[in-house]
């Protein structure tokens, strides 16, 4: 079975471009997460889907960021416009629903890199 | 603000000894808690979880629970070469304390020396 896809897997751009993050879910995975990854900060969650409903975005840092759900097997972390600062990995994870739910299984990420 | 706290390390162990990995939480009332392994350039991996109280064993890893003292510990018994790589712990509120999803602590980056 294939695992979360993400793309692209490598972005390089400038400061102000706007960036699209791409992730698709297990099939059958009710829920999905956008995580940043940096030396500084770690591992932060962006936010989580539930059925392709977000449920809880207190976590993006802030208005320049947005992600959709359109449908069950894609999702999409856009920023606009990007800063050097936003320079991280960025993973998209999913899990099942019920008491797996925390059974979370990664991408292979995003390096992002804004100039 | 819910932190989990993590030895960055290197810690490094030789090959066949017992690696030993410790975290700290700061929300009490945290319920479910997740080992992570993390291989340079790649993604995370859940390897371990524990609910309650006490020891929970899964081959040669052992991740044991105190939540009185809000600890929890991964053991790695006959550590092996191929175990070099940083491990995350994560904690997990209960539903209502915040999102389902998990907070990380910076991970313990362990190097297995042949």
């Known amino acids: 079975d294939a695992g979360v896809i993400q793309s692209p897997r490598h972005e390089v751009t400038e400061m102000g471009q706007e960036v699209t993050l791409r992730c698709k879910p297990i099939s059958g995975h009710d829920y999905l997460f956008w995580y940043r990854q940096t030396m500084m900060r770690g591992l932060e969650l962006l936010i989580y889907?539930?059925?392709?409903?977000?449920?809880?975005d207190s976590g993006m840092p802030e208005d320049r960021f947005s992600a959709k759900m359109p449908n069950a097997s894609f999702s999409t972390l856009k920023i606009q416009p990007s800063e050097p600062r936003d320079s991280a990995v960025y993973f998209c994870?999913?899990?099942?629903?019920?008491?797996?739910?925390?059974?979370?299984?990664f991408g292979p990420g995003t390096r992002l890199t804004v100039t | 603000q819910k932190e989990v706290e993590q030895n960055s390390g290197p810690l490094s162990v030789p090959e066949g000894a017992i690696a030993s990995l410790n975290c700290t939480y700061s929300?009490?009332?945290?319920?479910?808690f997740f080992w992570y392994r993390q291989y340079s350039g790649k993604s995370p991996e859940l390897i371990m979880s524990?609910?309650?109280?006490g020891d929970k064993e899964d081959g040669r890893f052992t991740a044991q629970l105190n939540k009185a003292s809000q600890y929890v510990s991964l053991l790695i018994r006959d550590s092996q070469p191929s175990d070099s790589a940083t491990y995350l712990c994560?904690?997990?509120?209960?539903?209502?304390?915040?999102?389902?999803?998990?907070?990380f602590g910076k991970g313990t980056h362990l190097i297995i020396q042949p």
């Open positions: 524990i609910y309650s109280n």
């Open positions: 994870a999913s899990s099942p629903a019920g008491g797996r739910v925390y059974e979370q299984y």
């Open positions: 929300d009490r009332v945290s319920q479910s």
């Open positions: 889907f539930n059925n392709n409903v977000p449920i809880d």
């Open positions: 994560a904690v997990k509120s209960p539903p209502g304390g915040g999102a389902d999803g998990l907070t």
